[in-house]
């Protein structure tokens, strides 16, 4: 696996996570 490769992978998965956490805390605030 290159490095790019590895990179781009961990970016996405450092996205998904945020999304995620962005999305709970802004369904927290409204409900």
């Known amino acids: ?3 790019k ?3 781009a ?3 996405l ?3 998904i996570v ?3 956490l ?3 805390l802004v369904n927290g ?3």
């Open 5 to 7: 490769l590895l990179f």
């Open 18 to 20: 945020a999304l995620t």
């Open 29 to 31: 605030g409204l409900g």
């Open 13 to 15: 998965v450092l996205g």
């Open 22 to 24: 962005a999305l709970s």
């Open 9 to 11: 992978l961990l970016a």
């Open 1 to 3: 696996m290159t490095r």
